[in-house]
């Protein structure tokens, strides 16, 4: 039997996630799915201590556990604060109680067109406010409380790994792509930028045969008319969308920059984007498409 007495004290391995109807507990099961965890919905309370003690044997290898249990358990209410008392002589268990607030909810239940369970035939509302009550004593065990309103389930997924499983938020990372056009977008770009509104290294006799690698083709890229301001706005707009695209869960953001032929231009405003979200500590990858076609 594994010791449960030499865990600490904030041990993430036995979960127990509950809290109000339309609150998220499934979207919470599904990212706790995602992190490695092996989730059960909806178990009876009585049957969470043998569930405890089958994950407490050796030749069992689930290493993490994670229960989503809730008033739909019809003896939820009455054996549920016992059972958890239990169990916490064995393991400590983590309870998450999961709510957001009643017009949260209320939205929430319109947009799926379902009834609320604990008053199927009467205003939702009514609904909501009946099961806060019957629930706030489990609340009162809680370890911790979560509020999801207003989060999208990229956004609660961020919270339940920074705040309850103590996890940094990985860092988006962007891949940089120049390319010409002449050859096609590249099709899985988020972001496409433009840099035909610039001069054009490929119309001057000594630097034609030359790619925006170079020393002196970036010299001229970059002294040119307009390039400068141009950068300045590039700049802007990328630092303004990639926190925003980090937010919505988007783990790579794929930004290409294109000229005519992907020799000149775009290479060396890619390098110099590129030069930029690194020095912003970004995690930034660069590629030359068409650099030598």
């Not at 035909?196 to 040119?224: M, Q």
């Not at 790579?252 to 060396?268: D, E, F, I, L, W």
Request: aromatic residues 8%; hydrophobic residues 40%; contains cysteine.
């Amino acid at each position: 039997m594994r010791d449960s007495m030499t865990r600490p004290a904030k041990d993430n391995r036995f979960l127990i996630v509950t809290g109000l109807s339309g609150s998220g507990k499934t979207v919470v099961s599904r990212a706790l799915e995602d992190f490695g965890y092996y989730c059960m919905d909806n178990l009876p309370a009585k049957l969470i201590p043998d569930f405890v003690d089958l994950w407490l044997r050796e030749e069992v290898e689930i290493d993490r556990a994670a229960l989503v249990i809730d008033i739909r358990e019809p003896r939820f209410l009455a054996d549920f604060p016992e059972v958890f008392r239990e169990i916490r002589r064995k393991v400590p268990a983590r309870l998450i109680f999961l709510e957001a607030a009643d017009e949260s909810l209320a939205k929430r239940f319109n947009e799926t067109r379902r009834p609320h369970p604990m008053a199927p035939r009467k205003p939702i509302l009514e609904g909501v406010r009946i099961e806060r009550k019957k629930l706030l004593a489990i609340r009162r065990m809680a370890d911790e409380v979560v509020d999801t309103s207003g989060l999208n389930i990229y956004q609660l997924k961020d919270i339940i790994a920074e705040r309850i499983l103590r996890r940094k938020r990985p860092r988006t990372q962007v891949v940089l792509t120049s390319f010409g056009y002449k050859h096609g977008l590249p099709l899985e770009s988020d972001l496409v930028f433009d840099t035909r509104l610039l001069p054009n290294p490929f119309y001057v006799e000594r630097l034609r045969t030359r790619t925006g690698k170079t020393p002196s083709v970036r010299k001229f890229v970059l002294s040119s008319p307009g390039t400068r301001p141009f950068l300045k706005e590039l700049f802007r707009f990328v630092d303004f969308a990639l926190p925003r695209f980090a937010r919505e869960g988007k783990t790579t953001v794929a930004v290409a920059v294109g000229c005519t032929g992907g020799k000149h231009r775009s290479v060396v405003v890619a390098e110099e984007l590129r030069a930029h979200l690194k020095a912003a500590g970004a995690d930034v990858r660069i590629f030359h498409r068409d650099l030598y076609k």
